[in-house]
């Protein structure tokens, strides 16, 4: 599984928890920047993951920022993207449970390490349940 990873200066520090994360088991990443604490947009961030994922060049994307809402709702511009921000573990198996999410996002200023890690194992390890949530899910593309 080839997995997307990017935030904004504010997830830098914690995309090293997530980054640590994937290798430890064993997935393959790239981290998509940006790479130090200077200002950035966390639109641009959050396109250039979207749309890896999305065209299928990655199976799944990791994105965080100061809150998670800022990447979630630009990631979410792009068709095809599902992305979920995951205030906690439970979070994160109802993002892949019912809404088939493919990419899960953090809020950095309000989340711990040990969350982020044990969301990020929740989500991983969980799979789309389908049924009436598959009709549910066909409803979230854009209808305009």
């Known amino acids: 599984m080839k997995i997307a990873v990017g935030s904004d200066h504010a997830g830098v520090e914690f995309k090293k928890t997530v980054t640590d994360w994937l290798e430890k088991n ?3 990443f790239n981290d998509m920047g940006p790479y130090n604490e200077d200002s950035v947009d966390y639109p641009d961030y959050a396109r ?5 994922v999305a065209e299928g060049e990655y199976d799944s994307g990791i994105l965080l920022c100061g809150t998670g809402i800022g990447v979630s709702i ?8 599902r992305a979920a921000v995951a205030c906690n573990p439970e979070f994160a198996i109802l993002a892949r449970q019912h809404n088939n ?3 899960i996002c953090f809020a950095a200023r309000f989340t711990d390490k040990a969350t982020i890690e ?5 989500w991983f ?3 789309f349940e389908g049924g009436r949530h598959e009709r ?6 854009p209808c305009c």
């Open 26 to 28: 064993g997935y393959e």
């Open 48 to 52: 250039k993951v979207g749309k890896a």
């Open 74 to 81: 630009s990631a979410n511009k792009i068709k095809g993207i």
């Open 101 to 103: 999410a493919n990419i």
């Open 118 to 122: 044990k969301s990020l194992h929740n």
């Open 125 to 127: 390890t969980t799979e």
């Open 136 to 141: 549910r899910v066909n409803k979230i593309e």
